[in-house]
């Protein structure tokens, strides 16, 4: 098995969703390189592409079909102005055509070139979709794609991670493995054995330089959110709530830039009430974000993309460990401990439910407060087998398909959590432990494995189905 670096789970983004938005972009990226590999796109007729199972039932809500047409368009969603989406997908429907890679001009209906199936799942995987290309000469191009998690995408012969997956020096793909090459190369912090392992890929100054990028677009997004009001996208009459809650946690004060945004917010309080609303604050600022088609960070995925950013920013703005060391190994450990979800479990709610989203994510975070606030490396794994044990079992069953209820609001639970269990491990002996977390990820697996697919983003059961949608 090769190695997945940490920069490949924690990453830049577009909401919705990572499987249902970010997956089919990439996947009709893949396909417009695939149809170039042997023929013009000039040769191109019709482009068609069906989407089936959990991109179709919740395809709407999770803009699938958003994301499936500007892929096919030629568009990144890393660099689109977001606030132009809108108005490229109003363009496509209205002039019932579609500049395939932004090169060649063909006919595009929407129900006709594009269809949600939703009768039919494809059996390798329930994110599946079908990418169709005519050409001119009567020939067609086939291929059939999956949106495995986090924006990974799959055919039944490779995977889409694999082209940047290696073989590092010493390899993570057990939490075990990690404590047992810490003992060997008298390693004290799991963050410097990530550094070694994340040389295989870049320079560790380029790591360095990575993990705060990542930061930076980690501060915009919440600030951009916490300064946003109206009611988000979808048809549910969600409102906008962080902005309000933002001033009232701030009371009069006025801030002209995220500079002094962040020192009035580490200086608001040092009450655990108010802090306890901070870190609220924080994740529900990123999915507002999220919900509404915005550039965030997916760590793991974008349902989950919150729960980071606002254990971060907690112990950014209400800790001592604040520097951008402690920012650096926050990331890449929590990066790391991702990599072995996705690699022997599923960080995909549709093939797991919401364990596999802020179930992970929440060990994630709890995996890096823990590494910077002086947590051993056992303490470090305990802080994230803590954080999945309590999410074990979690459905996915947004109302309306959409990543608002109860996406948003769970977020600032699973921030909460890894906290929670960040701190009941800093107070614990790891060797006492009766749980390792090599074992909870099993037991993760074997959970979504059982479970029912309608409670694994169907939007076929619980709140999803408790809950009239007319009545939001």
Same mark, same amino acid.
């Given at each position: 098995m090769e190695s997945i670096s940490v920069f490949e789970i924690i990453k830049v983004g +577009?909401?919705?969703?990572?499987?249902?938005?970010?997956?089919?972009? #990439?996947?009709? /990226?893949?396909? &417009?390189?695939? +149809? %170039?590999? @042997?023929?013009?796109?000039? @040769?191109?007729?019709?482009?068609?592409? /069906?989407?089936?199972?959990?991109?179709?039932?919740?395809? +709407?809500?999770?803009?699938?079909?958003? $994301?499936?047409?500007?892929?096919?368009?030629? /568009?990144?969603?890393?660099? &689109?102005? =977001? =606030?132009?989406?809108?108005?490229?997908?109003?363009? &496509?429907? /209205?002039?019932? $055509?579609?500049?395939?890679?932004?090169?060649? @001009? !063909?006919?595009?209906?929407?129900?006709?070139?594009?269809?949600? #199936?939703?009768?039919?799942? !494809?059996?390798?995987?329930?994110? *599946?979709?079908?990418? %169709?290309?005519?050409?001119?000469s009567g020939g067609e191009i086939v291929k059939d794609y999956y949106s495995v998690g986090g924006g990974f995408v799959a055919t039944q012969e490779e995977n889409s991670i694999e082209s940047n997956c290696v073989r590092t020096l010493y390899p993570c793909h057990k939490a075990h493995d990690i404590q047992k090459y810490l003992n060997k190369l008298n390693l004290n912090r799991v963050s410097d054995l990530i550094f070694l392992n994340e040389e295989s890929w870049r320079s560790e100054e380029e790591t360095r330089h990575q993990a705060l990028y990542i930061w930076q677009q980690i501060k915009e997004c919440i600030y951009k959110g916490v300064n946003k @009001?109206?009611?988000?996208?979808? *048809?549910?009459?969600?409102?906008?709530?962080? $902005?309000?809650?933002?001033?009232?946690?701030?009371?009069? %004060?006025?801030?002209?830039?995220?500079?002094?945004?962040?020192?009035?917010? $580490?200086?608001?309080?040092?009450?655990? =009430?108010?802090?306890?609303?901070?870190v609220s604050c924080f994740a529900l600022a990123v999915n507002e974000e999220n919900a509404s088609f915005g550039r965030i960070i997916t760590a793991p995925t974008n349902g989950a993309s919150g729960v980071i950013p606002a254990v971060l920013m907690y112990a950014y703005c209400f800790t001592p460990f604040n520097t951008e060391e402690d920012i650096i190994r926050f990331i890449i450990t929590a990066g790391e401990i991702g990599t072995l979800f996705k690699k022997n479990a599923t960080i995909s709610a549709a093939m797991g439910g919401c364990q596999a989203e802020i179930g992970v994510s929440s060990a994630m975070a709890a995996a890096g407060l823990t590494e910077i606030m002086g947590g051993n490396p056992g303490q470090v794994l305990q802080a994230a087998e803590i954080a999945m044990e309590h999410h074990l079992g979690l459905t996915c069953d947004p109302i309306g398909g959409l990543v608002q209820i109860p996406c948003i609001e769970r977020n600032s639970m699973g921030a909460m959590k890894a906290i929670t269990a960040s701190n009941i491990a800093l107070e614990s002996i790891p060797e006492n432990a009766r749980v390792s977390l090599d074992q909870v990820i099993k037991s993760m697996w074997e959970t979504a494995l059982d479970m029912n697919t309608k409670y694994k983003e169907t939007s076929e059961g619980g709140l999803a189905v408790a809950v009239n949608v007319a009545e939001c």
């Open positions: +577009i909401g919705p969703s990572s499987s249902h938005t970010m997956g089919p972009w #990439n996947a009709a /990226e893949m396909f &417009i390189n695939h +149809i %170039k590999q @042997e023929h013009q796109l000039s @040769e191109v007729k019709e482009v068609f592409v /069906e989407f089936f199972g959990s991109l179709a039932k919740t395809g +709407i809500g999770h803009g699938t079909d958003i $994301a499936g047409m500007l892929g096919l368009s030629g /568009e990144d969603f890393r660099l &689109i102005d =977001t =606030t132009t989406i809108d108005e490229k997908i109003a363009q &496509i429907k /209205e002039s019932k $055509a579609i500049k395939l890679g932004g090169e060649v @001009e !063909l006919p595009f209906i929407y129900g006709h070139h594009l269809i949600l #199936n939703m009768q039919k799942s !494809l059996d390798f995987h329930p994110n *599946g979709m079908i990418f %169709k290309a005519v050409l001119n @009001e109206g009611v988000l996208p979808g *048809g549910l009459n969600v409102t906008r709530r962080v $902005a309000g809650l933002n001033r009232k946690l701030l009371g009069d %004060k006025k801030y002209r830039n995220i500079n002094e945004w962040l020192k009035m917010v $580490a200086e608001s309080s040092t009450d655990f =009430t108010t802090i306890n609303k901070w």
